[in-house]
């Protein structure tokens, strides 16, 4: 079974660019999540979607970054303009849903590795 | 030994040896806990989980512990392996329905052959 696939793997962008990550989950999963991830620190949640609808989006800074997920299946997470301090790696995970032990697992991918200069 | 490198807790091993990566978590409230294994260059791969209303769970070669008395967590690896070298975190989440997975900063395991 195929996991979380992301792309690109790295971009390279100059600051005040626009920049979007791709992620396609585990087939069947319905909760999408993105994370941000900083060198030497552990992920942080940007924003979690259960099917369509993105239920928690409160870490996201929504006045550069929006994200997506039309049908429910695969997602993009776009930044513009980009600054310097985007600079990290953006993980896409996911998950079967919500209900008990085994459901809730995060399935990570391997993440796009950002570097605005 | 344990030592705080540049930017994680480093924990350096023999190959064959035991070892046990700490974890304090912040929220008495939290009744879920996972541990993740992050090689480089790689996303985090999903180890071991355990839920509040239990204190020890075995997996292969590994075994997490929970101390919800200090907010304790601990990942033991039993006849550790090169391979098994990476960064390891603790998650922890509360409260039932749409709520977040919190990751902690992570431990380094160094293993030698």
């Known amino acids: 079974e195929a996991g979380v696939v992301q792309s690109p793997r790295y971009k390279i962008i100059e600051k005040k660019q626009p920049v979007a990550f791709w992620c396609n989950p585990i087939?069947?999963?319905?909760?999408l999540y993105w994370y941000r991830q900083n060198l030497g620190q552990g992920p942080e949640l940007l924003i979690r979607?259960?099917?369509?609808?993105?239920?928690?989006d409160s870490q996201l800074p929504k006045d550069r970054f929006s994200a997506e997920r039309l049908k429910g299946v695969d997602s993009t997470l776009k930044i513009q303009p980009a600054e310097l301090g985007d600079s990290a790696v953006y993980l896409c995970?996911?998950?079967?849903?919500?209900?008990?032990?085994?459901?809730?697992?995060?399935?990570f991918g391997p993440g796009t590795r950002l570097l605005v200069l | 030994g344990e030592s705080v490198g540049l930017h994680l807790p480093t924990l350096s091993v023999q190959e064959g040896d035991n070892s046990i990566i700490n974890c304090a978590y912040s929220?008495?409230?939290?009744?879920?806990f996972i541990w993740y294994k992050q090689e480089s260059g790689k996303g985090p791969q999903f180890i071991i989980d355990i839920r509040s209303n239990m204190d020890k769970r075995q997996g292969q070669r590994v075994t997490v512990l929970l101390n919800k008395t200090v907010k304790h967590l601990s990942l033991q690896i039993a006849a550790t392996q090169p391979g098994d070298s990476a960064v390891y975190f603790c998650a922890e989440k509360w409260g039932s329905g749409y709520s977040t997975l919190t990751f902690g900063k992570g431990t380094m395991l160094l293993v030698s052959p």
């Open positions: 995970a996911s998950s079967l849903g919500l209900g008990g032990p085994g459901l809730e697992t995060q399935y």
């Open positions: 929220n008495s409230a939290s009744d879920y």
């Open positions: 979607y259960e099917n369509e609808e993105a239920v928690d």
């Open positions: 087939s069947g999963h319905n909760t």
